[in-house]
């Protein structure tokens, strides 16, 4: 009886453990109000490969490695061919997150230079439709030799990931529904 009582708080207390800093792993996904779904679907070469998929068909797929030192985008899958950044760009730093953290970095990708740049500004409540959360909110701000950019703003909660993408003009995608793996 007691062999039972305590292999049963052993058991509970590793169903309680809480997921990594920075969710990851085969069948984590994560819906958003845009339809969009983001799925941890397979390992690939030593990476995890993170689909993007719209009304459940593939759109994208970046290839993560998760590290002591943070996440780095390692490259993307196009149709079948695998491109790479060189070197791979980090998104973010080491756990945890602190107040006005920055990190960046420059890559090279399909012949054009990349430059990613991130700042955690502030912790702000949002509501979403998958719940109330206390977020770190992360400016990134890409550009590429080609001219492009993108400034957003990332709500991101520990352990659950990224809650609401929001753009400078006001427009918000937020998170509907987060899966942990059984």
């Given at each position: 009886?007691?062999?039972?009582?305590?292999?049963?708080?052993?058991?509970?207390?590793?169903?309680?453990?809480?997921?990594?800093?920075?969710?990851?792993g085969?069948?984590?996904?994560?819906?958003?109000?845009?339809?969009?779904e983001?799925?941890?679907?397979?390992?690939?070469?030593?990476?995890?490969v993170?689909?993007?998929?719209?009304?459940?068909?593939?759109?994208?797929?970046?290839?993560?490695?998760?590290?002591?030192?943070?996440?780095?985008?390692?490259?993307?899958?196009?149709?079948?061919?695998?491109?790479?950044?060189?070197?791979?760009?980090?998104?973010?730093?080491?756990?945890?997150?602190?107040?006005?953290?920055?990190?960046?970095?420059?890559?090279?990708?399909?012949?054009?230079?990349?430059?990613?740049?991130?700042?955690?500004?502030?912790i702000?409540?949002?509501?979403?439709?998958?719940?109330?959360?206390?977020?770190?909110?992360?400016?990134?701000?890409?550009?590429?030799?080609?001219?492009?950019?993108?400034?957003?703003?990332?709500?991101?909660?520990?352990g659950?990931?990224?809650?609401?993408?929001?753009?400078?003009?006001?427009?918000?995608?937020?998170?509907?529904?987060?899966?942990?793996?059984?």
């Open positions: 009886m007691k062999r039972n009582l305590t292999l049963g708080l052993l058991l509970a207390m590793v169903l309680a453990a809480p997921t990594a800093y920075y969710p990851n085969i069948g984590y996904s994560w819906t958003y109000s845009s339809g969009m983001q799925v941890f679907t397979r390992e690939q070469n030593g990476l995890l993170f689909e993007r998929r719209l009304a459940k068909q593939p759109v994208s797929a970046d290839l993560l490695r998760y590290t002591e030192n943070g996440v780095f985008l390692e490259g993307l899958i196009i149709g079948q061919a695998v491109q790479r950044y060189t070197p791979p760009l980090q998104l973010y730093p080491a756990p945890p997150l602190v107040l006005g953290q920055e990190w960046g970095g420059r890559s090279s990708f399909g012949g054009q230079s990349v430059a990613l740049i991130g700042k955690v500004l502030r702000e409540g949002v509501n979403v439709p998958a719940g109330r959360f206390n977020a770190y909110v992360i400016r990134t701000s890409t550009v590429t030799s080609a001219g492009g950019s993108q400034v957003m703003e990332i709500y991101f909660v520990p659950v990931g990224i809650v609401r993408y929001a753009t400078p003009d006001g427009a918000t995608v937020d998170l509907v529904k987060f899966s942990v793996p059984k």
